[in-house]
């Protein structure tokens, strides 16, 4: 069964350093998001990509955040000037279309931000 | 704005028996989707069951369902015949109005052999 796939599973980064972590969707799916978990607390949405443009995105993900489809298969999350505050799990997530269908998600990265 | 609360952050239960995971929900969306998530240890997660709010009918996946109290804007889940496969963290999520999911915090589940 096809899976979302996310690489690195652990990057640990000193913080003001550039981080850019990969995901591979689904190769039929055309919706791309992006959320993360501190640890110990809810997981929160990043942000939604479709058409290679961002379709929505939370107030957390600001202008250190930037997301990228380069090719037909990979969707990346790249954050600037890493924070402390960024350390989490982040997970990819794919869906065949919007709206109600599922999303099926990656195994998540964890970045710890030193 | 949609907020997810799960009050119950550990459970136990014996294999073969049943257990319910609690989820309170609250939205200012007329039509929304519920759903319920499984994370397995070190796995992704995965979608258990999904329910429509328009559906008056609570949906079932096999040996999960799902107690839907729209009034009340409550969405428990049901585990029957607990295997101990079912260890993981579940998440009861939300979605309405947009692509987003919202999520609760989890509630771990261990199943005891």
């Known amino acids: 069964e096809p899976e979302v796939t996310q690489t690195p599973s652990h990057q640990v980064t000193q913080m003001g350093q550039e981080v850019i972590l990969r995901c591979v969707p689904i190769?039929?799916?055309?919706?791309f998001y992006w959320y993360r978990q501190i640890l110990g607390q809810k997981v929160e949405f990043l942000v939604s990509f479709y058409n290679n443009e961002i379709s929505e995105k939370s107030e957390i993900f600001d202008d250190q955040f930037s997301v990228e489809r380069p090719d037909g298969s990979n969707f990346t999350l790249k954050i600037r000037s890493t924070k402390l505050e960024d350390s989490a799990m982040y997970f990819c997530a794919s869906s065949e279309q919007g709206g109600r269908y599922e999303q099926y998600f990656g195994p998540g990265t964890r970045l710890t931000v030193t | 704005a949609q907020t997810v609360t799960q009050s119950q952050p550990e459970m136990s239960v014996q294999e073969a028996e049943t257990v319910t995971l609690s989820c309170t929900y609250d939205?200012?969306?007329?039509?929304?989707?519920l759903f319920w998530y499984k994370q397995p240890p070190s796995r992704q997660m995965i979608l258990v069951i999904r329910q429509e709010a328009y559906k008056q009918q609570n949906a079932t996946e096999n040996r999960f369902s799902v107690n839907f109290q729209k009034a009340a804007k409550s969405f428990s889940l049901k585990i029957s015949d607990s295997q101990l496969g079912d260890t993981a963290m579940y998440f009861c999520?939300?979605?309405?109005?947009?692509?987003?999911?919202?999520f609760g915090k989890g509630t771990k589940l261990t199943v005891n052999p």
């Open positions: 999520a939300s979605q309405g109005g947009s692509e987003k999911l919202v």
């Open positions: 939205t200012s969306e007329n039509n929304y989707y």
């Open positions: 190769s039929n799916h055309l919706y």
